[in-house]
């Protein structure tokens, strides 16, 4: 979309800058230092017959950090006479359809949200399960997964429907490796859980500064898929590669479903999260069944990192961003089971999004983390978690 005026103001109403779309929508305004930001589009300029979908967000407010990219996102749609000043041709939607097409936009925004979050949440719950470990590095597993795809697509210049099977390939190696070379030997050594946890933040702090010093804090993305136009469906506005990434966590997440219940791996994981000593003594292998965990959590963490990386551009900081909400939808759903992290983190996202109906979009988060607390208060197990007898 050609042409659209795009302005950016500081928090004292100073002029920042400006810039017109290009062909593909994209547009770029430098801004002085690391702070809060206005940014309005002109909806006089839109051409005929296009429209911002929600009226009340022609102006949005933004953080930008320090050495980082950040991206802003106007919701349009089919409607409108544009900017040319024609008379529109059919009445305007009532507020009551407005509010409720808004609700089901942020509703499908939400689910969109929980499932990246819910992917990435199972490997995290079940490593618990298995081991213990709150791991606060799982969040970086995201980033290597995604900046592993962005190498093999612009270094390589391999498509990222090859690059990202690479990639989540690569992740599963470095995952059973983790826990083989590193993790498996602090568990040998007795060392305690919060020591490991500990560790677990130390990893997360040298991955992620690793990926800053190599790939800098500017923001990166992939070759292709970077800009779709949207689909109206019903009331809901997608673009095809969202709907495409929604269907294939939905697909891997019941795949991993099934694997759990049906599968010898599966039983055997189930059975070492609910009493390793008792597994180990009926034959399994737990140290093998803890790798293949670790694997398969590290290979779903860099796939919703992959998708994730389709829809914003790739930064450093990205699995950081995303971990807290990964911690919220375990927590809600239940500690060490896979079922209750893909519950949890199903509602942790659509109320992040819905939230913005009420609350400053600043405050999503928290809102999500209010709604964790009072759930706890009543069900402290979790949604889909068992109670536990203590002494």
């Known amino acids: 979309m050609n042409g659209v005026k795009i302005s950016v103001v500081d928090e004292g109403g100073a002029a920042v800058g400006d810039d017109t779309t290009d062909a593909k929508g994209e547009w770029a305004i430098p801004v002085p230092k690391a702070g809060t930001y206005k940014v309005t589009l002109d909806q006089k300029t839109?051409?005929?017959?296009?429209?911002?979908?929600?009226?009340?967000?022609?102006?949005?407010?933004?953080?930008?950090?320090?050495?980082?990219q950040r991206n802003v996102l106007f919701a349009i749609a089919a409607g409108g006479g544009g900017g040319q000043g024609d008379a529109q041709t059919t009445a305007p939607p009532s507020e009551s359809a407005q509010y409720w097409t808004r609700v089901a936009q942020l509703g499908f925004e939400g689910l969109s949200l929980g499932l990246v979050i819910?992917?990435?949440?199972?490997?995290?719950?079940?490593?618990?399960?298995?081991?213990?470990?709150?791991?606060?590095a799982h969040g970086e597993l995201l980033t290597l997964g995604a900046f592993?795809?962005?190498?093999?697509?612009?270094?390589?210049?391999?498509?990222?429907?090859?690059?990202?099977?690479?990639?989540?390939?690569?992740?599963?190696?470095?995952?059973?490796?983790?826990?083989?070379?590193?993790?498996?030997?602090?568990?040998?050594?007795?060392?305690?859980?919060?020591?490991?946890?500990?560790?677990?933040i130390g990893l997360a702090m040298f991955l992620r500064y690793t990926?800053?010093?190599?790939?800098?804090?500017?923001?990166?993305?992939?070759?292709?898929?970077?800009?779709?136009?949207?689909?109206?469906?019903?009331?809901?506005?997608?673009?095809?590669?969202?709907?495409?990434?929604?269907?294939?966590?939905?697909?891997?997440?019941?795949?991993?479903?099934?694997?759990?219940?049906?599968?010898?791996?599966g039983k055997a994981t189930r059975a070492v999260a609910d009493n390793p000593a008792l597994a180990a003594s009926s034959g399994i292998n737990v140290d093998r069944v803890v790798r293949i965990v670790w694997a398969a959590g590290t290979a779903t963490a860099a796939l919703a990192g992959i998708l994730l990386g389709t829809t914003q551009n790739l930064g450093y900081q990205m699995g950081l961003q995303v971990l807290l909400l990964m911690f919220a939808g375990v927590t809600l759903g239940g500690l060490g089971t896979?079922?209750?992290?893909?519950?949890?983190?199903?509602?942790?996202?659509?109320?992040?999004?819905?939230?913005?109906l009420w609350i400053p979009p600043e405050m999503k988060t928290v809102g999500a983390l209010v709604v964790l607390i009072i759930v706890l208060l009543i069900r402290p197990q979790g949604i889909l978690g068992r109670r536990e007898r203590i002494g």
């Open 118 to 136: 819910a992917l990435g949440a199972v490997g995290l719950s079940l490593i618990f399960g298995t081991t213990g470990l709150t791991n606060f």
């Open 148 to 200: 592993a795809a962005f190498v093999f697509n612009t270094a390589m210049g391999l498509h990222l429907l090859i690059a990202a099977p690479l990639a989540v390939a690569v992740a599963a190696v470095f995952g059973y490796a983790q826990d083989r070379w590193f993790w498996g030997i602090l568990r040998r050594r007795k060392t305690g859980i919060i020591s490991m946890m500990i560790v677990s």
């Open 211 to 265: 990926l800053l010093f190599f790939f800098g804090g500017q923001g990166r993305s992939y070759g292709q898929y970077v800009a779709q136009q949207g689909m109206q469906i019903g009331p809901i506005s997608a673009t095809p590669k969202s709907l495409v990434a929604m269907a294939i966590e939905i697909a891997v997440l019941i795949l991993i479903g099934l694997a759990l219940l049906y599968t010898r791996i």
């Open 338 to 356: 896979a079922f209750g992290a893909l519950v949890g983190s199903l509602i942790v996202g659509v109320f992040i999004q819905v939230s913005t």
């Open 46 to 68: 839109l051409p005929q017959g296009v429209a911002l979908k929600f009226k009340d967000r022609a102006t949005l407010t933004v953080q930008v950090y320090e050495g980082n």
